[in-house]
DNA sequence: AATTTGACGCGGT
DNA sequence: CACCGCGCCAAAT
C-alpha cells in the first residue's frame, strides 16, 4: 500500500474476469479513494506501457462507454477486443453492462484478494 | 517546488 | 438535453 496507486489498479484491472467489464469508479471506489476515478484512468493509461496482461479494455466508464478508446493505440480496438469476449458493443457503449458489470468489491475472490 | 493534466463522477444550471 | 463546474489525488512536465 505504499506507494503505487497503480499497481492497485493494475491488480484489479488484471483480474477483471473474461468478458466482464467494470468501471473507473469502481474501482476507485475498491482501492478507498471514491470519487478519485480519474487516478484510475491515470494508472490505466500507464498500463499501456505496463508488461503483462492488463485487459484496461474491460474498463470502461460507469455509463458502459469505451471512453477510453482512444488510448488503445487504435480507435476500434477496444470494441474488437471486448466484442471478441462476447461483450457486444453499440456506439462506443457496452450492451447489458449492468450484467457484465463487475464490481470488485462484491466479486473480487479471497485469492484474488491475497493477490492484490 | 509549483502548475497542469487526466481513459471520471455527479450535481447544478 | 447540453453544457459547466467542482471534487478527488497522483503523476508528468
Known amino acids: 500500500m505504499t506507494t503505487n496507486f497503480f499497481d492497485r489498479v493494475y491488480a484489479i484491472t488484471r483480474h477483471?474476469?473474461?468478458?466482464r467489464v467494470t468501471s473507473y469508479g469502481a474501482i476507485a471506489?475498491?482501492?478507498?479513494?471514491?470519487?478519485?476515478?480519474?487516478?484510475?484512468?491515470?494508472?490505466?493509461n500507464a498500463t499501456k506501457s505496463h508488461p503483462g496482461s492488463i485487459h484496461a479494455h474491460r474498463v470502461v466508464n460507469r455509463q458502459?462507454?469505451?471512453?477510453?478508446?482512444?488510448?488503445?493505440?487504435?480507435?476500434?480496438?477496444?470494441c474488437e477486443l471486448l466484442e471478441s469476449e462476447g461483450v457486444k458493443i453499440k456506439n462506443d457503449r457496452v450492451q447489458d453492462f449492468e450484467t457484465?458489470?463487475?464490481?470488485p468489491a462484491r466479486e473480487l475472490?479471497?485469492?484474488?484478494?491475497?493477490?492484490?
Not at 29 to 44: D, F, N, Q
Not at 69 to 77: P, Q, S, T, V
Request: no cysteine; charged share 15%; proline share 4%.
Open 64 to 78: 458502459g462507454m469505451l471512453t477510453g478508446k482512444n488510448h488503445f493505440g487504435g480507435l476500434e480496438m477496444m
Open 16 to 19: 477483471i474476469p473474461y468478458g
Open 29 to 44: 471506489k475498491y482501492l478507498g479513494a471514491p470519487g478519485s476515478a480519474r487516478m484510475v484512468g491515470w494508472a490505466l
Open 109 to 116: 475472490t479471497i485469492e484474488e484478494f491475497l493477490a492484490l
Open 100 to 103: 457484465l458489470f463487475w464490481d
